[in-house]
């Protein structure tokens, strides 16, 4: 079955330092791969989608890159804020027959040391 | 304001008792989805809809009913039979049918069921 894989670990780093967050995925190929980022008792908010057909992908301070070869997606995110703290979760399409069914990692939490 | 409306935000019910969770949208989207957030998981999908008056199982459909009378709405109702109701429900929503597969998020609801 599909599996998805974020570090479940979170992650620390300074205040203006380039935060890189990983996800893995097994046993498929997404025909696009979404990140998301969540904060405490909030819905998810839909940040980039790329394609399988792009290597990468930016918007702001944020850059996503696909390596369908290696079956990952990194998240970048450059000069960082306390303000990017927040879980972060990338979900894959698994969509069939027109039907868009997207699975959700578990997130990997971002906290940014001012 | 376009946007998806969850209510109510917090929600306590007794054990045995079944519950109706609100999901509202006026984006005009045609898809909408519920998923289940329990803590150190993933989103995981309880039902969709692609249409009014249509909708289809996902992942835990087990002990939850859905309806879709409305384009709009798309209300979840927690019944007796989820052995372990408590955890944060998500509502989203997607306009499925263009290249663009973002989905939209309502604020959720927590459920506690003592």
């Known amino acids: ?114 | 304001d376009g946007g998806i409306t969850q209510s109510p935000k917090y929600l306590f019910r007794k054990e045995g008792q079944n519950v109706t969770l609100s999901c509202e949208q006026n984006l005009n989207h045609d898809a909408m989805y519920w998923y289940r957030q329990d803590p150190g998981q993933g989103l995981r999908l309880i039902y969709y809809s692609q249409i009014v008056n249509d909708f289809q199982k996902g992942d835990i459909a087990e002990g939850y009913s859905v309806s879709r009378e409305k384009k709009e709405s798309f209300p979840l109702t927690v019944t007796s039979a989820q052995k372990n109701p408590t955890a944060f429900y998500l509502c989203a929503s997607s306009e499925f049918k263009t290249a663009s597969y973002e989905q939209y998020f309502g604020p959720g609801t927590r459920l506690t069921v003592t």
């Not at chain 1, 979170?10 to 330092?17: P, R």
């Open chain 1, 1 to 114: 079955s599909q599996k998805i894989e974020q570090n479940s670990e979170a992650l620390n780093i300074q205040e203006g330092k380039t935060a890189t967050l990983t996800c893995n995925y097994t046993n498929y190929s997404p025909a696009y791969l979404q990140w998301y980022r969540q904060d405490p008792g909030r819905g998810p908010v839909f940040l980039l989608l790329i394609r399988e057909n792009e290597k990468e992908k930016r918007k702001e301070r944020l850059k996503v890159t696909f390596d369908t070869t290696l079956k990952q997606s990194l998240f970048h995110i450059t000069a960082s804020q306390p303000a990017d703290s927040a879980t972060y979760l990338c979900a894959l399409d698994l969509g069939s027959g027109g039907y868009q069914k997207v699975t959700f990692g578990t997130g990997t939490k971002l906290q940014v040391i001012p």
